[in-house]
C-alpha cells in the first residue's frame, strides 16, 4: 500500500562487526539501534532495499531466495572477521518487482540460487535492523551503466509492486553518501574523512535531507557527483525517492554521520509527513517507462501508452551545522543561448523531458508539445485517459482543452508574447472519432477568432495519460505582427 519510514544506512561492515572501535562507529551502530526500533513499532510487511554493495552490469537483480544462508567475508575488510547469516526474503513481493519492472521497460529478473553470496551492504543492513530476521525482505542490485531514468523506473517499479501486494513497507537505500576511501587501512581511532571537499558537500547534503527534502537531493545528486566521490552517483538516493514518493513532504532526521576508512557515512530516517517541506526545486526529468539512454529505445509516438507517476534510547548524533544549499530554480524569465532564447515557465506544467517550454529564434516563438497538466501538481483536468495498468477510462475532452490553451497562454506570456499572436497550432488527438467535436468547440471559442492555420493529428498516446497535446507556432511580443504576416502571405 505504501512506504511508511524510509532510510538511508551505509555500505560498511564496521558498526556490525567493530562498533566501539571508533566514536564515529559507535554513533552509527547507536543510529542503527534507532532506526531498528522505528522499525519494530512500525510491525511493516516488508523492508525493501537498494544496495550500492551489490554491483551488477545486466539489469537487475532481486534477490528471491527464501532463507540465504552462508558466512560472509568482506573482501577490503577481511580482518575485522566474518559474518555468518540466515535471512528471510519475500520471493512473492521479489517477482511482483521484478514483472512491474519489465512492465515499465526494465530488464529485472530474479535471483534464487542456493548459496548465491549476499553483499556486504545488505548483510549489515538486515543483521542491524532487524537481527532475527522477523520481517520478510527483498533486495536489488545496483546496475553499474544504469543513470538516472532507469534507476528511477526501478523505484517506481518496486512502488508498484508495493501498492499491487498491499504491503506496509519501510523502504531503505543502503549506501554511503561520499565513497572516497583511504589507500591503506587507517586505524579506527584515527578514522578520518578521505576528503574534506566530499565531507562539505555531504554536510550540504544530509542538511536538505534533515529538513525532509528527499527529491531535492535526489535532484541534486548529479551536482553531488561532479563535486564530490559519491557513492554510484548516489543512485541509491534516485531509488529511494521514487519508491517513496518523490516529494519533500517527509520529516527528516540525520541520526548520525560519521567517516568509515574515509567515507562519508550517514543513518538518515523520513518518515512521511504532509506537514513537512513544500515540493521545491525539481529540475530533472520525472520518468514512468524506461527508454534506454537519451530514449534510444523509444519508439515514437506508435509506442505504447505510459503510466502516470506513482502516487507518497539511543542520544542522536548530528553532523555539525552546515551552511544552507538550494538547487536551481528554474527561471521564469527567458534565457539566452547562442543565436536563440530558451523559455522556462515556472506556471506551466515542468516538461517530461529534455527540452525547454518554448524557444526563440528571431521573430517567432517555438513551443515544445503542451498538454493539460497543472503546474505543480500534474493533475489532469477532465481526468486520464488510462490508469497505471493501461486501462482506459472516461475522461473530458473539453475540460482537457481547456486545460491544454491555457497552459499555451502561459508559456506564451512567461516569454513576454500572448495567446493572440498565435500563428500556427498543431494537435494531437489520441482518440478522433470520441474527441474531435469536443476539442473543435471550444477550440473554436478559445482560438476561432484569432485564425491561426491549424492541422489536427490523430496518434496513439502521449507521454502522460493525456487526450491532446498541441504544438503552437506564435509571433514574439515585440514583432510587428502586420509586417510578419503580410511577408507570409508575400511568400
Known amino acids: 500500500m505504501t ?3 524510509a532510510l538511508v544506512v551505509p555500505r560498511m561492515p564496521h558498526p556490525l562487526l567493530c562498533p566501539d572501535a571508533s566514536p564515529g562507529y559507535r554513533a552509527l551502530a547507536d543510529a542503527y539501534a534507532i532506526a531498528r526500533q522505528r522499525i519494530a513499532d512500525l510491525k511493516p510487511d516488508l523492508l525493501v532495499l537498494y544496495s550500492a554493495a551489490w554491483p ?3 539489469g537487475h537483480q532481486i534477490q528471491a531466495d527464501p532463507f540465504p544462508e552462508w558466512v560472509h ?3 577490503d575488510f577481511h580482518a575485522l572477521g566474518s559474518i555468518p547469516y540466515r535471512l528471510r526474503m519475500d520471493p512473492s513481493y521479489s517477482e511482483a518487482w521484478a514483472r512491474a519492472g519489465r512492465a515499465r521497460g526494465l530488464h ?4 534464487a540460487y542456493r548459496g548465491f553470496p549476499i553483499d556486504t551492504g545488505t548483510v549489515t543492513a538486515l543483521k542491524l535492523l532487524d537481527p532475527d530476521s522477523v520481517i520478510p525482505a527483498s533486495v536489488v542490485s545496483c546496475n553499474m551503466y544504469a543513470d538516472r531514468a532507469e534507476t528511477v523506473v526501478l523505484g517506481k517499479a518496486s512502488a508498484d509492486a508495493i501498492s499491487a501486494q498491499g504491503k506496509r513497507a519501510v523502504a531503505i537505500a543502503v549506501t554511503n553518501i561520499s565513497h572516497r576511501l583511504h589507500p591503506a587501512p587507517v586505524p579506527p581511532m584515527e578514522d578520518r574523512f578521505a576528503s574534506l571537499k566530499d565531507d562539505e558537500w555531504t554536510r550540504k547534503l544530509l542538511e536538505l535531507i534533515g529538513e525532509g527534502r528527499l527529491e531535492d537531493v535526489s535532484q541534486l545528486a548529479r551536482t553531488f557527483t561532479h563535486q564530490a566521490h559519491a557513492d ?3 543512485k ?6 521514487a519508491c517513496s514518493g518523490a516529494h519533500n513532504r517527509y520529516q527528516g532526521e540525520v541520526l548520525a554521520y560519521a567517516p568509515v576508512q574515509g567515507a562519508g557515512c550517514a543513518v538518515v530516517a523520513l518518515t512521511p509527513d504532509s506537514t513537512g517541506a513544500a515540493n521545491l526545486e525539481f529540475d530533472e526529468d520525472d520518468v514512468d517507462v524506461f527508454r534506454g539512454d537519451r530514449n534510444v529505445l523509444d519508439p515514437g509516438p506508435d509506442g505504447g501508452h505510459v503510466a502516470p507517476p506513482h502516487q507518497a534510547s539511543a542520544p542522536q548524533v548530528a553532523a555539525p551545522s552546515p551552511r544552507p544549499v538550494a538547487a536551481p530554480a528554474p527561471s ?4 539566452a543561448r547562442a543565436g536563440r532564447v530558451d523559455v522556462a515557465a515556472t506556471k506551466a506544467p515542468r516538461p517530461v523531458g529534455a527540452y525547454p517550454h518554448a524557444r526563440r529564434v528571431g521573430d517567432l516563438l517555438f513551443l515544445s508539445g503542451v498538454g493539460p497538466r497543472q503546474a505543480g501538481t500534474d493533475a489532469i483536468p477532465g481526468g486520464p485517459v488510462c490508469d497505471a495498468d493501461g486501462n482506459s477510462l472516461d475522461y473530458d475532452i473539453e475540460a482537457q482543452t481547456r486545460a491544454v490553451v491555457d497552459n499555451v497562454r502561459r508559456i506564451l506570456e512567461a516569454a513576454g508574447s500572448s495567446l493572440d499572436r498565435v500563428l500556427d497550432v498543431t494537435t494531437f488527438l489520441v482518440d478522433m472519432d470520441r474527441d474531435f467535436k469536443g ?4 477550440y473554436a471559442e478559445l482560438l476561432g477568432s484569432i485564425g491561426p492555420t491549424r492541422t489536427t493529428l490523430a496518434i496513439r498516446a502521449l507521454p502522460t495519460p493525456i487526450g491532446i497535446e498541441l504544438k503552437v507556432v506564435a509571433a514574439a511580443g515585440d514583432t510587428d505582427m502586420a509586417a510578419l504576416t503580410g511577408a507570409s502571405r508575400a511568400r
Open 232 to 234: 554510484s552517483k548516489l
Open 73 to 75: 567475508v568482506d573482501q
Open 236 to 241: 541509491a538516493i534516485w531509488w529511494l525517492a
Open 3 to 5: 512506504v511508511e519510514l
Open 332 to 335: 521564469p524569465r527567458p534565457v
Open 108 to 111: 529485472t529478473r530474479t535471483v
Open 439 to 442: 476539442y473543435n468547440r471550444v
Open 56 to 58: 551488477c552490469v545486466l
